[in-house]
């Protein structure tokens, strides 16, 4: 099969995906399964391989991905239930001053999408960019584009957040060099596309907040868990990971000798454990410890499961797509 051909089976499968997902509404889990169908039938597979292809890779996808966002998850709906993005928020503000809170507000979102979903993480965090906002008479935008711009890098680039996972998962890569050199890359251009950018754009473009509503009202800052609980907790899974990623590449290049030591800290650092270990963290200290009962912190791990299950479908077809 020619070159040209290949990649007009491309051109077309990725037509054929927009076009059932935009116009035609079906679910992008269905709608990659169809997409997969159809360029294995035009690459000239036997439809019985083509049968073969979409369990292989579903299995093989799912069998790393699905417990990562799985225990992502559990780990994002307890933070943000506890109130920890907002208090992260809020000490970010704090500590930059008013004067710098689009660049507070940039570092936030990029520590809050670490362990919580996007559209979450927006959620919790946009009442605080209404706030400032009307405080300081500027543009919404001033505040907002930091916001998304932090928050969607780290979506884009950094584990335990499913896009990255998956990408890793497929081109064979340590989530430890993931987390590092997506934090390499993903810094500077959270600075661009956020402050810089917001600062531009809130120039040419004036967006006032909604009107104050009840719903708009602060909550009990006392309430909400300390800034280092926070900070400890999101940096517990990728420390972790980090340091298997380190032993690992140690241990190849005969830095150090393979131990008892080693195995236990590749054990310990493989992103299963260290988000088990994150997750079992977190639902000690941010819930338990702060009085949550028991039957409230498995309703909200139940909670968490469903979105995450949507995630892990699609992210499986994207793997037949692969295969």
């Known amino acids: 099969m020619s070159t040209l051909t290949i990649l007009l089976i491309l051109l077309t499968a990725v037509a ?5 997902v935009l116009k035609l509404k079906i679910s992008a889990f269905i709608s990659l399964l169809v997409t997969a169908i159809y360029v294995g039938i035009a690459a000239g597979m036997p439809l019985r391989e083509v049968l073969t292809a979409i369990e292989e ?9 699905a417990t990562v966002v799985g225990l992502g998850a559990i780990f994002g709906q307890i933070l943000e239930s506890s109130g920890g993005a907002e208090s992260l928020a809020h000490h970010l503000i704090r500590s930059f001053g008013i004067r710098r809170a689009p660049w507070a507000m940039t570092l936030t979102g990029f520590l809050v999408a670490i362990p ?9 965090l946009v009442p605080i960019v209404y706030a400032l906002s009307r405080d300081s008479k500027r543009s919404l935008l001033y505040y907002a584009i930091p916001l998304l711009a932090g928050l969607a890098v780290t979506h884009s680039f950094i584990p335990p957040t499913p896009g990255p996972v998956a990408v890793a998962d497929i081109i064979n890569a340590q989530l430890g060099w993931v987390i590092l050199l997506g934090a390499i890359l993903g810094i500077p251009v959270a600075i ?4 810089l950018f917001g600062r531009h754009i809130a120039k040419k473009i004036h967006l006032d907040p909604p009107p104050e509503t009840e719903s708009s009202v602060e909550s009990d800052r006392n309430a909400l868990p300390s800034f280092r609980l926070i900070l400890a907790m999101i940096f517990i899974p990728l420390l972790l990971i980090l340091l298997n990623t380190v032993t690992t590449l140690a241990v190849s290049k005969g830095w150090v000798s393979k131990t008892l030591w080693t195995d236990l800290l590749e054990f310990v650092g493989h992103p299963f454990s260290a988000l088990i270990i ?3 963290a977190a639902i000690y200290f941010l819930g338990i410890r702060r009085g949550m009962k028991k039957e409230q912190i498995l309703e909200l791990s139940t909670r968490a499961l469903g ?17």
């Open 116 to 124: 919580v979903f996007f559209d979450v993480g927006f959620i919790i």
């Open 16 to 20: 054929l995906l927009l076009f059932m």
């Open 278 to 280: 994150a997750t079992l």
């Open 57 to 65: 890779g579903m299995a093989g996808t799912l069998g790393f991905v």
């Open 192 to 195: 661009i596309a956020g402050p």
């Open 307 to 323: 979105p995450a299950g949507i995630i892990i479908l699609i992210t499986g077809a994207g793997g037949v797509l692969k295969q």
